[in-house]
């Protein structure tokens, strides 16, 4: 887990690809809640940038909300940690130019 990252992040990465939106924020969301845990932060917040991609994509209501949320705690983090990918996917999405 701690090489790739919770098994979750994955899994809701390939439901995002697949169009199965309400299953990639179910393991995602799962994945924010492991990396947490155990603690990880730089797949906690890769996991809060692909949980809020999805919940973009999905855009029901409240989604949007929820997603500004967790690209700001995505982006916070990777900021005082030096992670420089994921603030810029953070940014991208954040700007509407993410996918």
Known sequence: MV??????????LLATTA???DAAVRHLA????????????????????????ALL???EPGDAAQARALLGSAAD?????GFAGTLRKAAALSAGTGT
């Open 77 to 81: 983090a990777a900021g005082r940690l």
């Open 30 to 53: 799962r994945a924010v809640d492991t990396a947490s845990s155990v603690p990880l932060p730089y797949w906690r917040a890769e996991a809060e940038v692909g949980w809020a991609r």
């Open 57 to 59: 994509r999905r855009g």
């Open 19 to 21: 169009g199965d939106l």
């Open 3 to 12: 090489r790739h990252g919770p098994f979750d992040h994955h899994l809701g």
